[in-house]
């Protein structure tokens, strides 16, 4: 009995010892959906909370003081006061500058808050389910009626003495007296899914899900397309004058310029690693612009170049992570690979020559590492990621979901195309799915010298013979959606 209560404690003294988890510093980046700036700060809102950094210094810090660590869609800064509207969880408000928050939704009854907007003396709020005005900075709201109630709001925008709202499928709505009452005005307007509104040069700017801007000279009455140059079915997430240039921000292609009005547009994106933009705004002489993954970049030179400003910023989705030798490897969700060195504290950037930086797999194998990318196929480094080529000759899918070894062959699972396998280390590849009834692969696992594939819908495939055929092995397996699986000696767990 002795015995076994002492090692009930030891057991106890060793869990606690690993219990405790805290950040690392890294690896940077993450989706920043909204950028705002008073004269001293910059807000970024992410999917993964609210940041804040000193313009002098560039360091990010994360707000804290009462607002949680959710999915920030919306930032509104007017004087010392800063409001920030969340994914789930309404309107956050700061007296200070962002050091203290409070949670500000007395009557706002949809909590999804995707656009504010200071029009003195009201605040508005756009909401997943209509619009909300407050007299009070937020201290109680009131929804808005007539034809604009319970309408998807994405964006609003003050065009002097007109207030203007676009919403997800129902257009554009006018009001010209202070957002008391609102009309519809889409005549012209064939993409009724607005994600973007601006004012300037005595013009209103619409962008849409599409991938269309239009322009109107007319207070929205009427709307034309303005969008010469613009790439070709791309989402404009957001439009933004500085001086008299117009820029949009697109939902793959980076950021775009126009100098007449919309009537051309040019791509302002060098060293803009990610071109996944979904605001893009204006603070004094610089420009702003959050990404989808790559976190916040800035231009001085009005776009013709691009900085990242992401010291501290560490707010990257890691998708995937693994190990080699003495070094630590994280794949982000558009932020690409990095390295850490020192057991996992600080972490490095090593993501050059990658044009893709969705990481979804990696695989070490010999003195190379191999990294799956979502949409950009494969690459291969054999110095952890100073420099990486294509690995993709004959990766008939770029959507790379897993990777895995056995011997010297290498196998790539695809979201699509099955898996395909590789036997002279990752230069070629070919298609080896032969019996597996699901294209989407989402998982790959080596065990007792057998490969395993997992599927989205289909359970689990086995090859014993290096991917020439496959098959399917479910007794007992009473979910068939497989996420993700492992190996270990001879058990796999799925």
Not at 199 to 228: H, I, P, R, Y
Request: with cysteine; hydrophobic share 40%.
């Amino acid at each position: 009995m002795i015995r076994i209560r002492i090692l009930v404690i030891l057991f106890i003294i060793s869990f606690q010892g690993y219990s405790q988890w805290s950040r690392t510093n890294g690896p940077e980046g993450g989706r920043i959906f909204s950028l705002q700036a008073d004269s001293t700060r910059y807000f970024a809102g992410s999917s993964n909370g609210l940041w804040i950094a000193d313009i002098r210094e560039g360091l990010w810090r994360q707000a804290n003081g009462g607002i949680p660590q959710a999915k920030i869609l919306a930032l509104m800064v007017s004087g010392s006061s800063v409001w920030a509207g969340t994914g789930d969880s309404g309107v956050y408000r700061s007296a200070n500058g962002g050091t203290a928050w409070v949670q500000a939704n007395t009557g706002l009854t949809n909590h999804i808050v995707k656009a504010l907007l200071v029009s003195q003396p009201t605040l508005f709020a756009g909401t997943g389910g209509g619009l909300f005005s407050s007299a009070d900075g937020g201290d109680h709201w009131s929804a808005i009626g007539g034809s604009i109630a319970g309408r998807n709001i994405t964006v609003l925008a003050d065009a002097g003495s007109l207030l203007t709202a676009g919403t997800y499928g129902d257009g554009i709505f006018i009001s010209n007296d202070h957002g008391v009452s609102w009309q519809k005005r889409n005549s012209g307007l064939p993409d009724l899914f607005i994600l973007a509104l601006a004012s300037g040069n005595n013009m209103l700017f619409a962008g849409t899900e599409g991938g269309k801007v239009f322009g109107s000279s007319d207070n929205g009455n009427s709307w034309q397309v303005a969008s010469n140059g613009l790439p070709l079915a791309m989402p404009v997430n957001s439009l933004t004058f500085s001086g008299p240039a117009l820029y949009a921000g697109t939902g793959g292609q980076g950021v775009y310029r126009s100098t007449d009005n919309g009537q051309s547009w040019t791509a302002v994106n060098s060293f803009l690693a990610n071109t996944i933009i979904n605001s893009v705004s204006v603070a004094g002489n610089a420009i702003l612009a959050g990404t989808g993954g790559g976190g916040a970049y800035l231009s001085y030179d009005q776009g013709d170049s691009w900085l990242p400003m992401n010291n501290g910023l560490i707010a990257s989705n890691v998708k995937v992570q693994a190990g080699k030798g003495t070094s630590l490897m994280a794949g982000t969700d558009g932020a690409g690979f990095f390295v850490s060195g020192d057991n996992g504290h600080n972490w490095a950037s090593r993501s050059n020559n990658m044009s893709n930086l969705f990481i979804s797999a990696i695989l070490p194998i010999g003195n190379k590492i191999i990294a799956g990318t979502s949409g950009g196929g494969a690459y291969i480094t054999d110095n952890i990621g100073g420099n990486w080529t294509p690995a993709g000759n004959g990766l008939a899918n770029p959507y790379i979901s897993s990777l895995c070894s056995s011997g010297s062959y290498l196998f790539a699972g695809s979201s699509g195309s099955g898996v395909f396998v590789s036997a002279d280390t990752g230069v070629t590849w070919s298609a080896a799915s032969s019996g597996i009834t699901d294209p989407v692969v989402t998982s790959l696992a080596v065990c007792s010298q057998k490969i395993y594939a997992g599927t989205q819908n289909s359970g689990v495939f086995a090859s014993s013979d290096l991917g020439d055929s496959w098959t399917k092995v479910n007794t007992g397996l009473t979910n068939q959606s497989v996420t993700m699986m492992a190996g270990q000696g001879d058990i796999l767990f799925a």
